[in-house]
């Protein structure tokens, strides 16, 4: 069967409070700029801020139940699939203020790719298809690559490059890292332009002005 008139708009996905629990007593709830879209299928508890012209794809789940609370920045991508979670009681401190995962400006996370606090992202940093980013601070404009893993309380300078499969797991390991290459950033340049352009078009899609989950601070 067929729609003449444009898409089904079901809006399937879940957004809420973390439930009370001994771990996390004090349900949250999200707070969710107005040109921020969230995909149907789409999962969001707890103490999360999400800014500006930021885009989550479908099946992306950001989950601040046990580790809060999360800060999302504006412009960031967040592909189909992508997992963000948190350990209790570890954080990152960011402009005096603790967090168990900060992402800032312009950050793409490629379809798969697992972020789990404590870590900080800096602007500009590419994270790659199925990577893994946990208890690390990422320096701006660095570039995981496909199925990389960083982790082991690592920090990684601005501008570097982790490997398609490269496990960082020192900062021995994390301080020999080269550049980013120039087809990389481009790659990278790329993805960030192209999905800063899905908010607005996918809210005009889906018949929407504003976020599609409607919360909005």
Same mark, same amino acid.
């Given at each position: ?6 898409? %089904? @708009? ?22 969710? !700029? ?13 103490? +999360? ?17 046990? $580790? ?7 412009? *960031?991508?967040?592909?189909?699939? +992508? ?7 570890? %954080? ?7 967090? =168990? ?5 312009? +950050?793409? #996370?490629?379809?798969? =790719?697992?972020?789990?606090?404590? *870590? ?7 994270? $790659?298809? !199925?990577?893994?980013? %946990? ?6 404009? *660095?570039?995981? =690559? ?29 301080? =020999? ?17 192209? @999905? ?14 504003? #976020?599609? *989950?409607?919360?909005?601070?």
């Amino acid at each position: 069967m067929t729609n003449q008139n444009g898409p %089904y @708009n079901i809006y399937s996905y879940f957004i809420g409070s973390n439930p009370h629990t001994s771990i996390n007593p004090n349900p949250s709830f999200p707070k969710i !700029k107005r040109t921020a879209f969230l995909s149907p299928f789409t999962f969001v508890v707890g103490d +999360v801020s999400i800014r500006e012209n930021t885009y989550v794809g479908p099946f992306v789940s950001i989950r601040a139940d046990e $580790g809060t609370p999360f800060y999302i920045d504006r412009d *960031c991508n967040l592909q189909d699939g +992508v997992i963000l979670h948190g350990l209790k009681n570890k %954080y990152v401190e960011v402009n005096g203020k603790n967090y =168990s995962i900060y992402i800032s400006q312009r +950050v793409s #996370c490629a379809h798969g =790719s697992l972020i789990h606090g404590p *870590c900080e992202i800096g602007q500009d940093v590419f994270i $790659g298809f !199925k990577a893994i980013v %946990y208890n690390a601070i990422i320096g701006e404009g *660095c570039f995981i =690559s496909t199925d990389a893993v960083v982790t082991g309380g690592v920090m990684i300078k601005p501008y570097r490059f982790v490997p398609p499969g490269a496990h960082i797991d020192t900062q021995a390991k994390a301080d =020999s890292l080269s550049a980013v290459p120039k087809n990389e950033k481009e790659f990278a340049r790329e993805v960030q332009r192209v @999905n800063q352009e899905f908010p607005s078009a996918y809210s005009v899609l889906f018949g929407k002005t504003k #976020c599609s *989950c409607g919360l909005m601070f």
